[in-house]
């Protein structure tokens, strides 16, 4: 039998596309554009499996229309909030994800954001490359210090823990919300809030790590927004449709929220460019796992899920 074929939707890092072309007949676009509804539709024909990431979407319109070659989807994400889990699931097609290997580069950035936005970042890089930097006062960008400030995390998984050992670093007192409470030697000493609205009421900063679900779309609105301290700094590097962004930006203007850094918006590519009046915003075009190590690691993941599957095994992360 000759090799299997797959679908490679988007730019990989090259030693990901030479571990696939070397064990897999690759179809490609070197353009890196996402993949529409009608191209995943039309290359279900044409495949045995597809690497496809969180820009393709897999809506339960689409999946009823794929055609029955098509045997997996291993996706080079670990959110599947683009994928419509029940109807792939009804029509057999295997769905994995990339867990375990994105953790560290996401809270990362999560921790450069949270720097960044606290210490007034985009409004002294503008200060400086502007060249308006003529005179030094010490009320000049007065931030908000990490050292001694509550932390609040939403959402403890492999993101939200990696976040936390970082934050500790900075010696910030760590409490959390999760669907359930971690062990005692994972907390590592963080306090666990059962109820959400508990854990709004003592963070001097908020990190959200939680996936995007029925349940959490929204999560951060208008009411939840006014729950925390004064000044509070926001960071998202999760999905942007875990916040009510009209609100955000109306706390933001009021002053209630101090500042915010955002990985994630509801509208991607694009983001909200409402957000760009704001110099206490710290924004970043969803880029919270682009380290070379990291992307080689998702890439070498989604191909150990397809060659297990194609082995006739369990692939290690089907969800």
Request: net charge negative; glycine share 10%; proline share 5%.
């Amino acid at each position: 039998m000759g090799k299997p074929v797959i679908w490679i939707t988007r730019q990989l890092s090259e030693a990901a596309l030479d571990r696939a072309r070397r064990d897999y007949e690759v179809i490609w676009n070197p353009a890196d554009k996402p993949g529409s509804a009608e191209d995943i539709i039309a290359m279900s024909a044409r495949v045995d499996g597809m690497i496809p990431c969180h820009s393709e979407h897999f809506s339960a319109d689409v999946v009823a229309r794929l055609d029955p070659r098509l045997k997996i989807i291993a996706n080079h994400s670990v959110g599947v909030d683009h994928c419509d889990l029940p109807s792939l699931k009804a029509r057999g097609i295997v769905v994995t994800n990339t867990p375990g290997v994105l953790s560290d580069a996401t809270a990362e950035l999560a921790l450069m954001l949270m720097l960044g936005a606290a210490r007034h970042a985009v409004a002294g890089d503008q200060l400086v490359r502007s060249g308006q930097w003529q005179s030094w006062s010490p009320a000049m960008l007065v931030g908000k210090q990490l050292s001694g400030a509550r932390l609040g995390i939403i959402g403890m998984g492999g993101v939200g823990r990696a976040f936390a050992r970082k934050a500790r670093g900075l010696d910030m007192e760590i409490h959390y919300h999760n669907r359930r409470r971690l062990d005692p030697e994972a907390e590592v000493g963080a306090t666990y809030h059962a109820e959400l609205d508990d854990l709004l009421a003592v963070s001097d900063f908020l990190s959200l790590h939680c996936p995007a679900t029925s349940e959490t779309v929204g999560l951060m609105n208008a009411a939840r927004l006014a729950r925390l301290p004064k000044g509070c700094v926001i960071v998202n590097t999760a999905r942007g449709n875990l916040v009510d962004e009209a609100a955000l930006l109306d706390a933001l203007t009021s002053g209630h929220v101090g500042a915010a850094g955002l990985d994630c918006f509801v509208t991607e590519p694009g983001g909200n460019p409402a957000f760009a009046a704001h110099d206490n915003v710290m924004m970043m075009p969803h880029v919270g796992s682009a380290t070379v190590a990291t992307r080689d690691a998702m890439g070498f993941k989604a191909l150990d899920n397809l060659d297990h599957f194609f082995r006739g095994e369990t692939p290690p992360d089907q969800l």
